[in-house]
């Protein structure tokens, strides 16, 4: 299994970008997949999940009405859109899948997910 995470960079306050995460070796439409992100010196978090359906997601307070994740499962892919990007959104940025499509406070769970990426940098400059 293989989850590829894309899209990171150097972006402005206030500036938008894209973060893709292309899946492999896994049936993708069986598992919930979630972003996570660690800054310098910080914990690793949760950022944004979504399930199997499509319809159900949930985000962190942090970047609820920035962020949007969404997922095409004919192509195994699962996207962040990134806009009003602030300084503090700086770090890595993880994909993972969940075989546990179950509720949010699950899906929050870093213990929950069964595949990580590799990680992509985001850096928010002010």
């Known amino acids: 299994v293989q989850l590829q995470a894309s899209g990171g960079g150097l972006v402005q306050a206030g500036g938008s970008l894209r973060l893709s995460c292309a899946a492999s070796g896994l049936t993708f439409s069986n598992y919930a997949v979630g972003w996570f992100r660690q800054a310098p010196g910080k914990e690793r978090e949760f950022v944004a999940a979504?399930?199997?359906?499509?319809?159900?997601?949930f985000y962190a307070s942090s970047v609820k009405g920035r962020f949007t994740i969404s997922r095409d499962n004919a192509k195994s892919m699962v996207y962040l859109q990134m806009n009003s990007l602030k300084p503090e959104d700086t770090a890595v940025y993880y994909c993972?899948?969940?075989?546990?499509?179950?509720?949010?406070?699950?899906?929050?769970?870093?213990?929950?997910?069964?595949?990580w990426g590799q990680g992509t940098l985001v850096t928010v400059s002010s």
């Open positions: 993972a899948a969940s075989q546990r499509n179950w509720a949010a406070s699950v899906l929050q769970t870093m213990g929950s997910y069964d595949y």
């Open positions: 979504i399930r199997r359906s499509l319809t159900m997601y």
